[in-house]
């Protein structure tokens, strides 16, 4: 089962991952817990071209994400879907759509779903959660934590990453499973409403499975 925390930046998703991630091992299941851009040699390379905003390129960007997640799904010794075929859930705080939202900023958003779909009907994921939250909101978290702020924690890209996410979402609707949570809520209260749909999820699959 693979399950991918969406959301904009400073929504909480990495903290939900974690937070999600203890408590299914606290219940006994094996989990992999993991990220996009990875911290592999071409999540490194995305990495560097976001330390360096004058002279990155949104299509090289857009390309390099699409290898990147390739490696993370297929790499023999670190892929998802290696983790995945030796029965662990793999948590991942990111994952192809993502880039339906960022990188669609700048890029068609046709061309993202045809060079990702490789990748999304190898590993599709088997629920999305998208942690919602008020650029506003995530702005401040961002602000109030950290000292750098990335190539896209702008208000406006916020604003437009966000009404990109709902257009992807409306396109993935008869594809996808996605859950949205209210993020703008506790971490603890967050944190419930994720635990309560994964548990629902992982039971209503269970059910159909023979
Ligand atoms: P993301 O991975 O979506 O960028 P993080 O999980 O890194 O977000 O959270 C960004 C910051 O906001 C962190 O400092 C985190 O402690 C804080 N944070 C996360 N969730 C909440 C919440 N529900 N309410 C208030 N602050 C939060
Ligand atoms: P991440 O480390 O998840 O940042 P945050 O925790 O602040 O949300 O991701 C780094 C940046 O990479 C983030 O601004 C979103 C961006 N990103 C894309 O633009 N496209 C993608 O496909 C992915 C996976 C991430």
Redesign the pocket.
């Given at each position: 089962m693979v399950i991918a925390f969406e959301?904009i930046?400073?929504?909480?998703?990495?903290?939900q991952a974690q937070k999600l991630a203890q408590r299914l091992q606290d219940l006994g299941k094996i989990v992999h817990l993991t990220q996009e851009p990875t911290q592999n040699p071409l999540g490194k390379m995305i990495r560097n071209q976001f330390a360096h905003p004058d002279c990155a390129s949104q299509e090289i960007i857009a390309g390099l994400f699409v290898a990147d997640r390739l490696d993370h799904i297929f790499n023999k010794d670190y892929g998802m879907k290696k983790h995945s075929e030796e029965g662990a859930i793999v948590v991942t705080?990111r994952y192809y759509i993502s880039s339906y939202a960022y990188q669609a900023v700048y890029m068609p958003l046709d061309w993202l779903m045809m060079a990702n779909s490789y990748a999304a009907q190898s590993l599709p994921a088997d629920l999305h959660l998208f942690i919602d939250v008020e650029p506003d909101i995530a702005l401040s978290?961002?602000n109030a934590?950290r000292s750098n702020v990335d190539l896209y924690e702008t208000k406006e890209m916020l604003l437009k990453v966000r009404a990109n996410y709902l257009t992807a979402f409306e396109l993935l609707k008869n594809k996808e499973k996605i859950i949205f949570i209210d993020?703008n809520?506790?971490?603890d209260l967050?944190g419930e409403q994720v635990l309560n749909q994964v548990l629902q999820f992982i039971k209503s699959k269970n059910k159909i499975q023979p």
């Amino acid at each position: 089962m693979v399950i991918a925390f969406e959301g904009i930046d400073g929504s909480g998703k990495s903290t939900q991952a974690q937070k999600l991630a203890q408590r299914l091992q606290d219940l006994g299941k094996i989990v992999h817990l993991t990220q996009e851009p990875t911290q592999n040699p071409l999540g490194k390379m995305i990495r560097n071209q976001f330390a360096h905003p004058d002279c990155a390129s949104q299509e090289i960007i857009a390309g390099l994400f699409v290898a990147d997640r390739l490696d993370h799904i297929f790499n023999k010794d670190y892929g998802m879907k290696k983790h995945s075929e030796e029965g662990a859930i793999v948590v991942t705080d990111r994952y192809y759509i993502s880039s339906y939202a960022y990188q669609a900023v700048y890029m068609p958003l046709d061309w993202l779903m045809m060079a990702n779909s490789y990748a999304a009907q190898s590993l599709p994921a088997d629920l999305h959660l998208f942690i919602d939250v008020e650029p506003d909101i995530a702005l401040s978290r961002i602000n109030a934590n950290r000292s750098n702020v990335d190539l896209y924690e702008t208000k406006e890209m916020l604003l437009k990453v966000r009404a990109n996410y709902l257009t992807a979402f409306e396109l993935l609707k008869n594809k996808e499973k996605i859950i949205f949570i209210d993020g703008n809520q506790s971490q603890d209260l967050v944190g419930e409403q994720v635990l309560n749909q994964v548990l629902q999820f992982i039971k209503s699959k269970n059910k159909i499975q023979p």
